[in-house]
Structures are given as structure tokens and as C-alpha cells.
T-cell receptor, first 112, second 115 residues
């Protein structure tokens, strides 16, 4: 199994600012994933982050809005840039090549 | 495009009842299926993983089945307890053959177990 530490657990931010979410894994992993869960909705994949390469973004998500870093095999960050109230969501990182997939505890972001 | 549907969206049962949560998916070409539990405002806890070649998996009071040909999975919870109250999410990894392990989620079933 994998243990994932994600922080911050929650934050309230002003619109127009940026927030960086950190995800630390207790073992080396090839792939890390970032998901968004909007209020009342299920999880949607934002991007896949592999160490040493650019993140791969899903349709509807762009690097300028959600830049991702993956400096090594145990760590990744997701930045939510130029925030608006529509960015209020739970953001989660996950690891695991389906055997199974493990999730961090999530970051609850509220933009005011 | 794979779509995952969970029925019902919400369920309320008295403590001690056995219950079944349903999950259906549109494309049977899946790598595996996973059931998660999510407590309010929290991350996801993995409950059961069923490989595409398997029919069911069991863990304690939980039993998950998979019928790939019909695109269905069920999560059976025996002797429900108030601590089982949470949202249960079903997710599949499509078999893309390209080494992509992203999950496609249903919207979940919100379970309330009444003492």
C-alpha cells in the first residue's frame, strides 16, 4: 500500500490569488494523478504527472491554470492559479497503477 | 467514452440491514474496478479492487461482484452499522493498452445507516 500526505487540508483564498497543493508519497511511484471534485459531483481527472516529463492534461484543463511539478518519484505539487469561486472544490492526488489506486486526504479549497 | 452510473444516489437504512449498492459502466473493456468510501470533505479510502478476470472480492462485511459482460458491479454490505455512513464511489480503469491508469468515477451513493 501507499501512504499519501497531502497539504494543506483546507484553505480559504481570495479570488485572483494562487494556491499550491503538495502531495508526498511514502514510496517511489511512476505516475501521480490529480483529481478535482466539485461540490456534489464526482471526481474528474485534471492531469497525470510522471517524473521527468511534462504533465498530461485532460480536456478542459490547461497548464497555465493548473501548473504541476513532479521533481522526484515521491513528490508533486498542483497550483490552482488566478482563482475564481468556480475553483472551489476538493482537490486530490492519487498514486497507483490500478493495483489498487490510493488517494490523499484531499484539499478543500474555498475561493471567496 | 466510458461512463459510470451509480444507483441509488442516496440510501437510508436502519442499522443491521444488509444492503446492495449498484454500479454500471458502458464499456466492458476495463482493466479493473474499484470501490471507494468517502467521508464528508475527506479523501477516498479504497475498499475493494476487482480485476477484470475476477468475479468477486470480499473484505470483512463487504463483498463486491463484477459482471463485465453486462457492465455491472454490486457492493454488498452485510449487517450495516452507523459507522458505514459515507458516500460510496465506484470507479473503473478502462483497458486502453497504453499504460494509462486513470480512473473514471460514478457520482456515488450516499449511504446513511440509522441507529
Amino acid at each position: 500500500s501507499a501512504v499519501i500526505s497531502q497539504k494543506p487540508s483546507r484553505d480559504i483564498c481570495q479570488r485572483g490569488t494562487s494556491l499550491t497543493i503538495q502531495c508526498q508519497v511514502d514510496s517511489q511511484v511512476t505516475m501521480m494523478f490529480w483529481y478535482r471534485q466539485q461540490p456534489g459531483q464526482s471526481l474528474t481527472l485534471i492531469a497525470t504527472a510522471n517524473q521527468g516529463s511534462e504533465a498530461t492534461y485532460e480536456s478542459g484543463f490547461v497548464i497555465d491554470k493548473f501548473p504541476i511539478s513532479r521533481p522526484n518519484l515521491t513528490f508533486s505539487t498542483l497550483t490552482v492559479s488566478n482563482m475564481s469561486p468556480e475553483d472551489s472544490s476538493i482537490y486530490l492526488c492519487s498514486v497507483g497503477q490500478g493495483q489498487p489506486t490510493y488517494f490523499g486526504s484531499g484539499t478543500r479549497l474555498t475561493v471567496v | 467514452k466510458q461512463e459510470v452510473t451509480q444507483i441509488p444516489a442516496a440510501l437510508s437504512v436502519p442499522e443491521g440491514e444488509n444492503l446492495v449498492l449498484n454500479c454500471s459502466f458502458t464499456d466492458s473493456a476495463i482493466y479493473n474496478l474499484q470501490w471507494f468510501r468517502q467521508d464528508p470533505g475527506k479523501g477516498l479510502t479504497s475498499l475493494l479492487l476487482i480485476q477484470s478476470s475476477q468475479r468477486e472480492q470480499t473484505s470483512g462485511r463487504l463483498n463486491a461482484s463484477l459482471d463485465k459482460s453486462s457492465g455491472r458491479s454490486t457492493l454488498y454490505i452485510a449487517a450495516s452499522q452507523p459507522g458505514d455512513s459515507a458516500t460510496y464511489l465506484c470507479a473503473v480503469i478502462p483497458y486502453s493498452g497504453a499504460g494509462s491508469y486513470q480512473l473514471t468515477f460514478g457520482k456515488g451513493t450516499k449511504l446513511s445507516v440509522i441507529p
